[in-house]
């Protein structure tokens, strides 16, 4: 993949190397702003909450269990929701579930839909798959809207044209939509709406995702600020919801936990502005809701994941994007250098899982593991700890897959462990890389190294090799055992 | 009290003088100080790399090392000490003798912040640098071992001493071991957002605790053509009257 946005398949290979040497420069510094702000909020709403820690353990516990029991959850899931009038299917992956999701909207003779911002299906590529079958689907979230203007997918989880200044969204209105676009924000939230009521009133189908399922009694939760959410799925007469099946919780008890955290940990509000149940389709004529209600549960390699004990907690995200606010590394490199549709530290662990590593092997490496992921995840997910599982696999392989990494990658691994490991070999290294490097010093350090180490220099010098501590040591214990023989005649 | 020097790769080859201020520093805290010459590096390189059976293997020579004496241990990096504490342990399978001796070197293995402040009980040690400083807490330290007071407790007792907060303090300094030469040009970003913020306080030196953040950010600040210090705090806490 070369080209500066992701595609909307599942990319061969993700070159997050490549794509960080050439940052577009506005990125870091619109995710700055935006990101500061979120975090900014987040603080306070902390501040206001003594028992954040506690509820954090409760969310991991309540995600760890459904996790460890989701067969179970499930089958109550598929039999609520069947109860409630909904049609349920299982989807093994991104393209059964898309193919589900068109054969849906043939059979009701739907041309167009209306999205609700949802990541499951820019998982699973799905407006590119309607498109193929002739079916147009419109994105509906503002930040969406954008982006599928643009033609390209998410930079954010919950932000998906947070990479973009306003005057660039302006420009891009008045290229695509041959319309004077002004650069003031309100002005272009106008205009899309205006845009999207006409949708909202044609569209035959809302298609969504889910931020939770709640098996007790099979209802849907969608979370949104806009409003879109709640169009979307009760103007047109069918609703199609495509979610992945590790957003299921037990019950509504369960739910309030999470619910206080996730908009709490994404943008720093109490309470997303809307938050959405919907539970099968209507049953009265007075009643909200689409008159046909298809719920798609998607795995796409999440009941493979659940196998690996380590990485399985990857899992329990509930998509908040915090811990991109908070990553250094995607701060400064932002969204597209992930390669696909999720980014930042939950991306760098949660891709090559699903990819395989032989097409995300970077992603793992993508992280200084600096662990502020960690610090603030609402489920506590142990990102470095599953990061460093990754590494392991890229470079050695494990139960689940095969190396990605050259054998000769693994040899002078071999020899980098003998080099430093055996103490005689060791201590002449340390004794000689002074000598050897001092052809290189200037004033203290080693402004310019060959290759691999130039990798090192051609960001700052390194500090002159020293040694010497040995030896100062080793004369010390002579001189005290020189005075204590002295003292003890 | 008898501790055991963990010297470190990275603090061995490019800081030396950290090590004997930190001997000296010991010594005169009525701590007697043992080297196990047979030492060389933890493994973190290697297993940082994914390289865990590598990895696993310099672990093994680490424990054997140090598990001759019943001393504590004592190391001037919250990294290498985050290394034995957290993925030693993990190394080999619960129930082995190795897991068990891997715990129990865990247990009595200290960053010197914490072996100073939590088993010394020391937070003045007579220390005097006259001069403005900022401090860097590095990510291991901070997170890793959860060491948040330890080094602004032992800074603050320090007499001459200015101390000024710095911005984004907890943000990592972009070094990271293998990422700083994985993908340069990230690291880059992160460790001159560091540096500007470091300028920004207008102090004389940047204390942190850690070689390679203090390779990192010396390098930047160097780059940078600044005459700002990249100091670790056992240089502040063995000066007796200023560092220049």
Known sequence: ?489 | MKAQLFITCLAEQFYPNILQQMVLLLERLDVQVEFPAEQTCCGQPLYNSGFQSQARAMARNWLEVFGRSEAVIVSPSGSCVDMVHHHFPELFPEGTREHELARDLAGRTFEFTDFLVNQLRVTDVGARFPGRVTYHPSCHLLRGLGLRREAGLLLSEVRDLEIVPLPEEETCCGFGGVFSVVYPEVSRAMMEAKVNNILATGAEAVVACDAGCLMNIGGGLRKAGSQVKALHLIDILASNGGYR
């Open chain 1, 1 to 489: 993949m070369t080209e500066s946005t992701h595609s909307h398949q599942a990319p061969a290979y993700i070159e997050f190397g490549e794509y960080s040497t050439h940052v577009p420069k506005n990125i870091p510094i619109a995710l700055e702003q935006a990101t500061g702000r979120f975090l900014g909020n987040r603080e306070a709403r902390i501040a206001e909450m003594p028992q954040w820690e506690e509820l954090r353990q409760a969310a991991h516990e309540i995600r760890l269990h459904t996790l460890l029991n989701l067969d179970l959850y499930l089958e109550l899931v598929e039999k609520q929701v069947v109860a409630a009038g909904g049609v349920v299917h299982w989807a093994v992956d991104a393209a059964e579930a898309s193919a589900i999701v068109v054969d849906i909207a043939r059979q009701h003779g739907a041309r167009t839909a209306v999205k609700v911002k949802s990541m499951a299906t820019e998982e699973i590529g799905l407006n590119q798959a309607l498109e193929a079958a002739g079916i147009q689907a419109y994105e509906t979230d503002l930040g969406e809207f954008i982006i599928q203007l643009a033609g390209t997918g998410p930079s954010h989880i919950i932000v998906p044209a947070v990479h973009m200044r306003k005057e660039e969204i302006a420009a891009l209105f008045r290229e695509k939509l041959g319309i004077d676009a002004p650069t003031d924000p309100l002005e272009l939230a106008a205009i899309a709406r205006r845009i999207l009521r006409e949708r909202f009133l044609e569209a035959e189908m809302g298609i969504s995702g889910a931020n939770f399922l709640v098996a007790e009694t099979g209802a849907l939760v969608i979370v949104s600020n806009e409003g879109n959410g709640r169009m979307c799925t009760t103007l047109p007469d069918l609703h199609v919801a495509v979610v992945g099946i590790d957003k299921v919780v037990p019950d509504w008890e369960s739910l309030t936990v999470l619910l206080k955290l996730l908009a709490r940990s994404a943008t720093g509000q109490k309470l997303s502005a809307y938050t959405s149940f919907i539970t099968g389709p209507r049953r009265t004529v007075g009643e909200g809701g689409a008159k046909q209600f298809h719920l798609v549960l998607l795995d796409n390699g999440r009941s493979r994941i659940l196998q690996d004990p380590v990485a399985r907690e990857t899992l329990k995200c509930i998509r908040c994007g915090c811990c991109l606010n908070v990553c250094p590394v995607y701060k400064h490199v932002g969204g597209y250098a992930y390669g696909w549709f999720i980014s930042g530290p939950i991306g760098a662990i949660f891709s090559p899982q699903i990819l395989g590593v032989e097409a995300a092997r970077e992603l793992p490496f993508a992280s200084s593991l600096c662990g502020a992921c960690a610090d603030v995840c609402p489920v506590k997910i142990p990102i470095p700890k599953i990061l460093l599982h990754l590494r392991h696999r890229v470079v050695e392989g494990d139960e689940f897959e095969k190396p990605a990494a050259p054998a000769p990658l693994r040899a002078s691994a071999s020899l980098g462990r003998v080099a430093l490991s055996t103490p005689w070999l060791y201590r002449l290294g340390t004794r000689l890389l002074p000598f050897l490097m001092a052809p290189l010093r200037r004033d203290g350090w080693l402004p310019a190294l060959p290759p691999p180490v130039n990798r090192w220099t051609r960001v700052r010098p390194l500090p002159a090799f020293r040694g010497g501590f040995r030896e100062w040591w080793a004369q010390r214990q002579r001189r005290n055992g020189d005075r204590d023989s002295r003292g003890s005649p």
